[in-house]
């Protein structure tokens, strides 16, 4: 079997600018819908590829062979995107959004298409499907952060239990991107922002990760489930920040075996 090779596509929205879109397709289009899987990326430096290099071949010849359209998105100021960045704010959400509508009018199914957010993309993701947009079946919120105020308030600290030099230069990032206000806060919290949507949300992370405290996971888990959302967990024991891609994949096919890819 060919490997596709993918597809940059440009997506242009005049509240976001362009939206880089790299889409790869099974080559037998015969018309109905197909699952899809969105990636949306973390925070890259000093380079910023954004999508670029997240659709690598085995996982490309992994989604197509079974069907699947396989995608991943550049945040605004990575890759192809317009910024400059927001640090997942609204321009961030918007593009996210945009990406995964252009799928769904491209032939996704939405109800059995993920999107996994990894990091910052997560906090993005857990955002952005709410209030009628169109939302995938699952959405994978990986090593993210959720409740912003609480995680200012843990660097701030010190950040018990973390790497604190790290978390404080993610911190100045965030603040010359964002801000430091607490709408702003509260605008890319997904404690705050998630409650609103509907699709089933599967949290990822590392028990070990210096970077996003287990209990930022815990204070998300509970305003989902608070919400009636479903909602699951994989915590891997000894998992920092980044994780292996295969125990994200497992945790879906064990909670959603009818829609793991």
């Given at each position: 079997m060919t490997i596709p090779e993918p597809r940059t596509i440009r997506l242009r929205d005049h509240r976001s600018g362009?939206?880089?879109l790299f889409v790869a397709e099974p080559d037998d289009q015969r018309g109905e819908r197909r699952p899809a899987l969105l990636i949306v990326?973390?925070?890259?430096f000093p380079e910023r590829p954004g999508g670029r290099g997240r659709l690598t071949p085995p996982l490309i010849e992994r989604l197509t062979g079974r069907g699947w359209i396989a995608a991943a998105v550049s945040q605004p100021g990575y890759g192809g995107s317009s910024g400059p960045p927001d640090c997942c704010g609204p321009r961030t959400q918007a593009a996210l959004r945009i990406a995964f509508r252009h799928l769904v009018e491209r032939g996704a199914d939405p109800t059995r298409s993920i999107v996994w957010?990894?990091?910052r993309g997560?906090?993005?993701a857990s955002c952005a499907f709410v209030d009628g947009a169109p939302e995938p079946g699952v959405l994978v919120l990986q090593s993210g952060t959720y409740d912003m105020e609480g995680w200012v308030s843990w660097v701030r600290a010190g950040a018990p239990g973390g790497n604190a030099e790290l978390a404080n230069a993610i911190l100045a990032n965030q603040e010359r991107e964002a801000g430091r206000?607490?709408?702003a806060l509260r605008a890319r919290s997904g404690v705050v922002q998630a409650p609103r949507g509907r699709c089933d949300?599967?949290?990822?992370?590392?028990a070990r990760d210096p970077q996003a405290p287990s209990e930022d996971?815990?204070?998300?888990?509970?305003a989902l489930q608070l919400a009636g959302r479903r909602v699951e967990t994989a915590v891997m024991p000894e998992g920092e920040h980044a994780l292996p891609p295969r125990f994200a994949m497992e945790a879906l096919a064990e909670h959603w075996p009818h829609l793991a890819p």
């Amino acid at each position: 079997m060919t490997i596709p090779e993918p597809r940059t596509i440009r997506l242009r929205d005049h509240r976001s600018g362009v939206v880089e879109l790299f889409v790869a397709e099974p080559d037998d289009q015969r018309g109905e819908r197909r699952p899809a899987l969105l990636i949306v990326h973390g925070h890259q430096f000093p380079e910023r590829p954004g999508g670029r290099g997240r659709l690598t071949p085995p996982l490309i010849e992994r989604l197509t062979g079974r069907g699947w359209i396989a995608a991943a998105v550049s945040q605004p100021g990575y890759g192809g995107s317009s910024g400059p960045p927001d640090c997942c704010g609204p321009r961030t959400q918007a593009a996210l959004r945009i990406a995964f509508r252009h799928l769904v009018e491209r032939g996704a199914d939405p109800t059995r298409s993920i999107v996994w957010g990894i990091s910052r993309g997560a906090v993005a993701a857990s955002c952005a499907f709410v209030d009628g947009a169109p939302e995938p079946g699952v959405l994978v919120l990986q090593s993210g952060t959720y409740d912003m105020e609480g995680w200012v308030s843990w660097v701030r600290a010190g950040a018990p239990g973390g790497n604190a030099e790290l978390a404080n230069a993610i911190l100045a990032n965030q603040e010359r991107e964002a801000g430091r206000n607490l709408d702003a806060l509260r605008a890319r919290s997904g404690v705050v922002q998630a409650p609103r949507g509907r699709c089933d949300v599967l949290i990822v992370h590392g028990a070990r990760d210096p970077q996003a405290p287990s209990e930022d996971r815990a204070r998300m888990l509970a305003a989902l489930q608070l919400a009636g959302r479903r909602v699951e967990t994989a915590v891997m024991p000894e998992g920092e920040h980044a994780l292996p891609p295969r125990f994200a994949m497992e945790a879906l096919a064990e909670h959603w075996p009818h829609l793991a890819p």
